[in-house]
């Protein structure tokens, strides 16, 4: 066996016989373009509202406050979730923007 190969075989061992790019040109290639068809604009599906007849609720009460140890009241907050922590958290995160003592009482489904 050889060990100096030419350019060309090393080629055809590594990559394999080239195939033969043959340019053809069929003779109906106006046919082809003719069929293409473009969808109308008109004819676009809508997404369909859906009417949700049931939406999670809880109720979170809280205890509020400006001074330790002073006045307390009462502070509600409905949150449109499932999870009471999630409910809880925003209740506390939407209270502390006006009071600085905040207790959470209790979260219920409504």
Same mark, same amino acid.
């Given at each position: ?19 033969? =790019?043959? *340019?053809?040109?069929?003779? =109906? ?18 997404? @369909?509202? $859906?009417? &949700?007849?049931?939406?999670?609720? $809880? &109720? *979170? ?6 001074? +330790?140890?002073? @006045?307390? =009241?009462?502070?509600? =907050? ?21 009071? &600085? +003592? *905040?207790? *959470? ?6």
């Amino acid at each position: 066996m050889t060990t100096k190969l030419t350019e060309e075989e090393m080629r055809r061992a590594l990559f394999g016989e080239p195939e033969a =790019h043959a *340019v053809v040109t069929p003779s =109906h290639v106006q046919d082809t373009a003719s069929e293409t068809v473009i969808p109308d604009p008109t004819g676009v599906v809508k997404k @369909k509202n $859906l009417s &949700r007849t049931f939406t999670p609720r $809880l &109720r *979170v009460t809280l205890r509020v406050g400006s001074e +330790f140890e002073g @006045k307390m =009241h009462e502070f509600i =907050h409905e949150a449109d979730t499932i999870s009471s922590l999630v409910a809880e958290q925003d209740a506390i995160k939407i209270a502390k923007k006006k009071f &600085r +003592f *905040v207790e *959470v009482i209790s979260v219920k489904s409504m």
